[in-house]
């Protein structure tokens, strides 16, 4: 996932904000760069409100006008990277190769862009950002990425990889709990380098096994 994601909006084609609307937009933006820098530097428990407000130049109310603290910042930031990444990643996945090659690259790609930046993806777990009991909004981003698994999966089953004992919408529900539980597990871990690809990788194969027609 990338994370100048954070840094990048495409108004062109959105009709022209107040200038009050796009200054609060800019305030938002600068609260969440500034939180996930801190977070790169200093780990998500060392990161604290007050400097965080000491590094945006602002007073902690301005900043609890935007954010209920940085738990709800990393939130924030999970449900940009998420949504960026499955749409981005969308575009690799439109060639004619078997639907399980298609989800070890989907996962591997994943795996690769947050062992990238371990840190901040620790921060997001201990945050509980993953959790849609926590974060309603979650349930926007696990969509997209819901949406693709679905897609995916629905071409497995046509092609006759994939069994139809369950639709795709059931499987790709069944895939996504199984790698959320295998991410938040190494979030809090101290793993090996490239653990997560593993950690991902085991998760598909175990999918695809009980998957099969």
Known sequence: MESNALDKGDLSQAPAPGLRALKKERQRRRIMATTVALIRERGFEATTVDE????????????????????????EVALGLITHWARRVSEQLQ????????????????????????????????AD?????????????????????????AQGQQQGEISKEFSAAELADSLLAIQLTRCMAWGVDNPRPHELETRLMDGLAFFLRGARP
């Open 52 to 75: 965080i407000v000491r590094r945006v130049q602002i007073s902690q109310p301005t900043f609890y006008n935007y954010f209920a603290g940085k738990e709800d910042v990393l939130r």
């Open 95 to 126: 060639g004619r190769q078997p639907v399980a090659d298609k989800l070890r690259l989907l996962y591997d790609r994943m795996a690769r862009g947050m062992s990238a930046d371990k840190p901040l993806w620790r921060a997001i777990v201990l």
């Open 129 to 153: 950002a993953l959790n849609p009991l926590r974060n309603p909004r979650q349930r926007e981003a696990e969509a997209g990425l819901q949406e693709l698994l679905v897609w995916l999966l």
